[in-house]
């Protein structure tokens, strides 16, 4: 009895985990264009960090292009975790009860 609860159990968590990773690794339109607009970003920033000679050159339109990139990409990540989290929904809910619980990484006080 207690081979095949334990059994049983090991299947079930399994084949709930690769469900929940086919989910997650699904791709929208919105992350495709996310990842089109940032790879666009790269390639700004690739160009206008290095001058004329292919040497590495940091000036403000470096820096500006550095910084979409960054912003791109935490648009991407954004994109991404909200994939993962409508892919599993019960993980998403135990983090936010989790941030809940720990005020919110104590800036509660």
């Known amino acids: 009895m207690t081979f095949a609860f334990l059994n049983n ?3 079930t968590s399994v084949n709930l985990s690769d469900t929940a990773n086919a989910r997650a690794e699904r791709s929208t339109p919105a992350l495709e264009e996310a990842k089109r607009n940032l790879e666009d970003a790269k390639r700004a920033r690739d160009n206008s960090c290095v ?10 339109v470096c820096t500006q292009n550095t910084n979409t990139v960054d912003e791109r990409q935490k648009r991407v990540d954004a994109i991404r975790d909200r994939i993962t989290a409508d892919a599993n929904p019960q993980s998403a809910k135990t983090a936010s009860l989790i941030r809940w619980a720990t005020c919110y990484s104590q800036r509660c006080r």
């Open 51 to 60: 001058d004329k000679n292919g040497k590495p050159a940091i000036g403000p």
């Open 9 to 11: 159990t090991g299947f």
